[in-house]
């Protein structure tokens, strides 16, 4: 099993970025932001719910595996977190 870690990180590090104003994004796109926030957290949250039963079915055959799936969990669960937060 091989999990990259990197690749999640940086994928939700966009989602949670883009929605904070904390990079560029077109000016239609941060309107369309602005106007369903609420929809866009709700997704996030089911995604977030989607991807931890995923990471929860996975079995690590190693210390080094179970260290990268303890970390892919862990990003995941602060994104939650923070998608429960808004």
Do not use: C, H
């Not at 991807?51 to 862990?74: F, V």
């Amino acid at each position: 099993m091989k999990i990259d870690v990197d690749g999640i990180q940086g994928m939700l590090d966009i989602y949670r970025s883009a929605l904070e104003n904390k990079i560029p994004v077109a000016p239609g796109l941060q309107e369309y932001f602005t106007q369903n926030r609420r929809q866009l957290f709700e997704g996030f949250k089911k995604m977030t719910s989607g991807q931890m039963l995923l990471l929860q079915s996975l079995s690590p055959e190693s210390e080094y595996e179970s260290a990268q799936l303890d970390e892919a969990k862990r990003i995941v669960d602060d994104f939650g977190k923070w998608a429960e937060g808004e």
